[in-house]
């Protein structure tokens, strides 16, 4: 459990970072925002191809999504099958948009049997900083 929570500080970080250059100069209403996590342990014999399609998805939803704001998959530095998404939506809508899209789906459909678990939680964003952006 320690190191989930180490990882996850270490994702918080790098939302934020991202958040200042997506968003730098704007006011963001942290209540309105729709945060979630996500801890996957993935079958090491299948951990590159799990790789692949996380990053082609990722790479579509920021891109092709205005709602997700940042999506983050960071992996145990001892056990790289031991991985935490830690992800930001503009709201609940957005989360929503995002699961139904497309591109989700097929990444649900080429990883559902390359998992060994999944603990998925909504988070609540109790304070966010970053320079540059302005959480209210």
């Known amino acids: 459990m320690k190191q989930i929570i180490i990882l996850a500080v270490g994702v ?3 939302v934020l970072l ?3 250059y997506a ?4 006011n963001i209403d942290k209540s309105s925002l729709s945060v979630r996590s996500a801890y996957i342990e993935i079958m090491p ?3 590159d191809e799990f790789l692949q399609s996380v990053k082609t998805g990722m790479k579509t939803s920021v891109q092709s999504e205005d709602g997700v704001l940042a999506l983050y998959a960071i992996s145990d530095k001892n056990d ?3 991985i935490t998404f830690f992800e930001i939506y503009k709201d609940e809508a957005a989360y ?3 699961i139904g899209s497309e591109h989700f789906k ?5 990883t559902k049997d390359l998992v060994t678990k999944k603990v998925l939680s909504q988070v609540e964003a109790v304070e966010l900083q970053a320079k540059g952006v302005k959480f209210e």
């Open 23 to 26: 968003n730098k100069d704007k």
């Open 96 to 98: 929503v948009s995002h």
């Open 80 to 82: 790289p099958t031991k």
């Open 45 to 47: 014999e299948k951990l």
């Open 106 to 110: 097929r990444y649900i459909g080429q």
């Open 12 to 14: 918080c970080i790098g």
């Open 18 to 20: 991202s958040l200042v």
